[in-house]
């Protein structure tokens, strides 16, 4: 049986890293990971971005997989590529799944205050996280979030806020945690619900996660 080709997009300033413990039969599947590659600005659009991701994708008809602002980017490639399926995970399928606080922040402008200096040299900064959990925070920022160049910054916060997509695509399946604190659960619509996973929940619950792909992948083969 020929195998399926799969492509996943990461989060937002994540690297590959973070599908490491997805598991899926190798008999049958062909996992192929994207980095993020730079904005030739900070104005280039999400669809012209997303066509110069489509460009690194060498397979007919691929299944497409992102995570976070990941699965709004797999959103906008589909529209450009021939695919089987796209899935996202930790992520919203149209603008009106934002939940309040962000809607907000687009329309003060709030997000320009987004101190993306700290993501983007995290070892300065981390000296001045005093309690237990942000230690442990910037240490999992470190390994998982390495695409820090304050411009890419800029544009993919930007471009989250502003997506336009109104209406959710016809050939999607959407994995999301009842605990997701960026993507609150009670904003999304007809999710296959993962419980107690919250918006990292690529990396630990990552065994529940390759099980459901598993399954909604295995449908299309």
Known sequence: MQKQHIYFVPGLAANTKIFEHISLPEDK?????????????????????????????????????????GGIMVQEMSKHIQHKKVIIISSIKSNEELPKRLKLAQVTKAYKLFPTKIISNIEKYEQYFFNDYLKKRAELYKVYL????????????????????????????????????????????????????????????????????????????
Not at 49 to 56: E, F, G, L, P, Q
Not at 175 to 204: A, C, Q, R, W, Y
Request: net charge negative.
């Open 29 to 69: 599947f062909q996992l192929h990971f994207l980095e993020w590659i730079l904005p030739t600005s900070v104005d280039e659009s999400i669809q012209d971005y997303s066509k110069r991701m489509c460009a690194t994708i060498k397979h007919e008809t691929p299944i497409l997989i992102g995570v976070s602002f």
């Open 146 to 221: 390495s695409i820090r160049h304050e411009d890419y910054l800029h544009w993919a916060i930007y471009n989250v806020l502003h997506w336009e997509q109104q209406n959710q695509l016809t050939d999607i399946v959407h994995i999301h945690g009842d605990k997701d604190e960026i993507f609150p659960i009670k904003n999304i619509k007809n999710s296959i619900i993962v419980k107690n996973g919250t918006h990292i929940m690529i990396l630990n619950k990552a065994k529940t996660i390759s099980k459901i792909l598993e399954r909604e992948c295995f449908l299309l083969t």
